[in-house]
Protein backbone atom coordinates (compact mmCIF):
# COMPACT_ATOMS: atom_id res chain seq x y z
CA UNK A 1 0.00 0.00 0.00
CA UNK A 2 1.42 3.25 -0.85
CA UNK A 3 -0.43 6.17 1.01
CA UNK A 4 -0.28 10.20 -0.51
CA UNK A 5 -1.66 12.64 2.11
CA UNK A 6 -2.99 15.89 1.12
CA UNK A 7 -5.05 19.00 2.37
CA UNK A 8 -2.67 21.05 4.50
CA UNK A 9 -1.85 24.29 4.71
CA UNK A 10 -2.50 27.56 6.54
CA UNK A 11 -5.72 28.32 8.58
CA UNK A 12 -6.49 31.05 11.18
CA UNK A 13 -7.64 29.81 14.52
CA UNK A 14 -11.10 28.53 14.36
CA UNK A 15 -10.84 27.30 10.80
CA UNK A 16 -11.07 24.24 9.45
CA UNK A 17 -9.45 21.84 6.64
CA UNK A 18 -10.23 18.55 4.88
CA UNK A 19 -7.16 16.12 4.78
CA UNK A 20 -7.33 13.52 2.38
CA UNK A 21 -5.13 10.05 2.50
CA UNK A 22 -5.22 8.64 -1.39
CA UNK A 23 -4.13 5.07 -1.66
CA UNK A 24 -3.09 2.54 -4.37
CA UNK A 25 -2.71 -1.23 -3.81
CA UNK A 26 -5.38 -3.68 -3.77
CA UNK A 27 -5.10 -4.13 0.30
CA UNK A 28 -6.33 -0.79 0.95
CA UNK A 29 -10.04 -1.32 1.25
CA UNK A 30 -9.15 -4.12 3.82
CA UNK A 31 -6.66 -2.34 5.97
CA UNK A 32 -7.31 0.26 8.79
CA UNK A 33 -5.58 3.39 8.29
CA UNK A 34 -4.86 5.95 11.10
CA UNK A 35 -4.10 9.51 11.16
CA UNK A 36 -1.30 10.66 13.35
CA UNK A 37 0.92 14.24 13.79
CA UNK A 38 3.97 15.43 14.76
CA UNK A 39 4.11 18.72 16.16
CA UNK A 40 6.67 21.19 16.64
CA UNK A 41 9.93 19.47 19.19
CA UNK A 42 7.09 17.10 20.44
CA UNK A 43 6.92 13.09 19.38
CA UNK A 44 4.21 11.77 16.79
CA UNK A 45 0.99 11.26 18.52
CA UNK A 46 -2.42 9.47 17.32
CA UNK A 47 -4.93 11.44 15.98
CA UNK A 48 -7.45 9.32 14.83
CA UNK A 49 -8.04 5.65 13.08
CA UNK A 50 -11.15 3.70 11.15
CA UNK A 51 -11.56 0.86 10.45
CA UNK A 52 -11.41 -0.72 6.55
CA UNK A 53 -15.48 -0.88 6.62
CA UNK A 54 -15.78 2.84 8.18
CA UNK A 55 -17.54 1.01 10.38
CA UNK A 56 -15.42 1.57 13.48
CA UNK A 57 -13.61 4.74 14.48
CA UNK A 58 -11.55 5.93 17.56
CA UNK A 59 -10.29 9.48 18.09
CA UNK A 60 -7.67 10.73 20.23
CA UNK A 61 -9.67 12.67 23.23
CA UNK A 62 -7.69 16.22 22.28
CA UNK A 63 -9.50 16.16 19.08
CA UNK A 64 -12.75 14.59 19.98
CA UNK A 65 -15.59 17.02 18.89
CA UNK A 66 -13.31 18.35 16.08
CA UNK A 67 -11.98 16.33 14.35
CA UNK A 68 -13.53 13.43 12.14
CA UNK A 69 -12.30 10.76 10.33
CA UNK A 70 -13.92 8.86 7.46
CA UNK A 71 -12.94 6.83 4.18
CA UNK A 72 -14.65 6.01 1.04
CA UNK A 73 -12.98 2.82 -0.31
CA UNK A 74 -14.38 3.15 -3.85
CA UNK A 75 -12.16 6.08 -4.34
CA UNK A 76 -9.54 4.59 -2.09
CA UNK A 77 -9.20 7.53 0.12
CA UNK A 78 -9.72 8.61 3.85
CA UNK A 79 -10.17 12.23 4.78
CA UNK A 80 -9.55 13.41 8.28
CA UNK A 81 -12.68 16.37 8.21
CA UNK A 82 -10.70 19.35 11.26
CA UNK A 83 -13.14 22.02 12.61
CA UNK A 84 -12.39 24.36 15.23
CA UNK A 85 -8.84 24.23 14.36
CA UNK A 86 -6.25 25.41 17.55
CA UNK A 87 -2.79 26.57 17.31
CA UNK A 88 -1.94 23.58 19.43
CA UNK A 89 -3.41 21.56 16.38
CA UNK A 90 0.02 22.44 14.39
CA UNK A 91 2.12 19.72 12.90
CA UNK A 92 2.50 17.65 10.17
CA UNK A 93 0.16 15.59 9.62
CA UNK A 94 0.29 11.75 8.52
CA UNK A 95 -1.56 8.76 7.48
CA UNK A 96 -0.69 5.36 8.37
CA UNK A 97 -2.47 2.00 7.20
CA UNK A 98 -2.38 -1.53 8.38
CA UNK A 99 -4.06 -4.90 8.46
CA UNK A 100 -6.52 -5.73 10.95
CA UNK A 101 -8.43 -3.74 13.24
CA UNK A 102 -7.18 0.02 13.75
CA UNK A 103 -5.01 1.18 16.43
CA UNK A 104 -3.64 3.88 18.47
CA UNK A 105 0.18 3.04 18.40
CA UNK A 106 2.21 4.16 15.23
CA UNK A 107 4.51 1.14 15.72
CA UNK A 108 1.34 -1.05 14.77
CA UNK A 109 0.96 0.37 11.26
CA UNK A 110 2.60 -0.99 8.37
CA UNK A 111 2.74 1.75 5.61
CA UNK A 112 3.35 5.69 5.83
CA UNK A 113 2.35 8.31 3.72
CA UNK A 114 4.91 11.60 3.83
CA UNK A 115 2.28 13.85 5.59
CA UNK A 116 0.96 17.43 5.02
CA UNK A 117 1.68 20.20 6.95
CA UNK A 118 -1.09 21.95 8.89
CA UNK A 119 -0.58 25.09 10.29
CA UNK A 120 -2.63 27.06 12.41
CA UNK A 121 -2.27 30.85 13.34
CA UNK A 122 -3.75 32.40 16.74
Known amino acids: VQLQASGGGLVQAGGFLRLSCAASGRTFSSSAVGWFRQGPGKEREFVAAISWSGSSTVHADSVKGRFFISRDNGKNTVYLQMVSLKPEDTAVYYC????????????????WGQGTQVTVSS
Open 96 to 111: AAKTGVPRKVAPDYNY
